[in-house]
C-alpha cells in the first residue's frame, strides 16, 4: 500500500519566514457581479507593467473567492491605510464577521465599473481579469486597470510584516 500523504517542500517553511521579512501593502480586493459579492485581504498584489496598466493577484487555490472573480471578471484593488487594520482583519476572515456582513459593516462607494470600493482607501484601481492560471498551492490573476483613484498621499499606510499589521509612516 502506498501513502497517499504528500509531504510539503522541504523549503516551504523557510520560505514562509523569509517572505514574512518582505513588507507588503495590504489590499482588500472586492467583487461584484453576476457571480456574488466577495471581498478578500491581500498583499500578493504586484504591478507587472504601465502598458497597459496590469497587476497580478495570487490567491490561494482554496480561497472561496476564486470562483467568483473568475466569473465576475471585475474587481477592484483597495489600498489600505494605516488606520483601516479593522477592514483587512474582517476581509481576512480574522473576526466573527460573515464575507456577507463584512459588506454591512463598512461604509462603501462604487467606481465608473460598479465595484464596491472602501471609502478612506489611499487609492483605488479598477480592473479586468485578461488572464489566469495556477501555480503550486495558487492562482494567479492579470488583472489589466482600466480606473484608478488616487486619494490621500500623506496618510500612511498599512503594511504586513513578520506576520502582524504595521503602520508605514
Same mark, same amino acid.
Given at each position: 500500500?502506498? #501513502? ?12 514562509? #519566514? ?8 495590504? *489590499?482588500?480586493?472586492?467583487? #461584484? ?16 507593467? $504601465? ?19 473568475? %466569473? ?13 487594520? #479593522?477592514? %483587512? ?36 484601481? *479598477? ?5 489566469? *492560471? $495556477? ?8 488583472? =489589466?486597470?482600466? =480606473?484608478?483613484?488616487?486619494? $490621500? ?17
Amino acid at each position: 500500500m502506498t #501513502d497517499t500523504h504528500t509531504a510539503t517542500h522541504p523549503l516551504q517553511q523557510p520560505f514562509r #519566514d523569509a517572505m514574512a521579512s518582505c513588507a507588503a501593502g495590504v *489590499h482588500v480586493i472586492t467583487t #461584484d457581479g453576476s457571480a456574488g459579492r466577495y471581498g478578500i485581504t491581500m498583499t500578493a498584489v504586484a504591478p507587472i507593467t $504601465d502598458e497597459p496598466p496590469t497587476v497580478l493577484l495570487c490567491i490561494n487555490r482554496q480561497s472561496a473567492i476564486i470562483p467568483i472573480l473568475s %466569473a465576475n471578471s471585475h474587481l477592484c484593488i483597495n489600498v489600505l491605510s494605516a488606520h483601516q487594520q #479593522d477592514i %483587512a482583519e474582517h476581509f481576512a476572515g480574522l473576526t466573527p464577521l460573515s464575507p456577507e456582513e463584512r459588506f454591512e459593516y463598512h461604509i462603501w462607494h462604487r467606481g465608473q465599473t460598479g465595484q464596491l470600493q472602501v471609502e478612506g482607501a489611499l487609492a483605488h484601481l *479598477h480592473g479586468k481579469i485578461t488572464a489566469q *492560471h $495556477d501555480i503550486g498551492t495558487h492562482h494567479v490573476f492579470y488583472v =489589466e486597470i482600466g =480606473e484608478i483613484k488616487v486619494h $490621500d498621499t500623506t496618510a500612511p499606510a498599512l503594511v504586513y510584516f513578520r506576520r502582524n499589521f504595521n503602520s508605514l509612516t
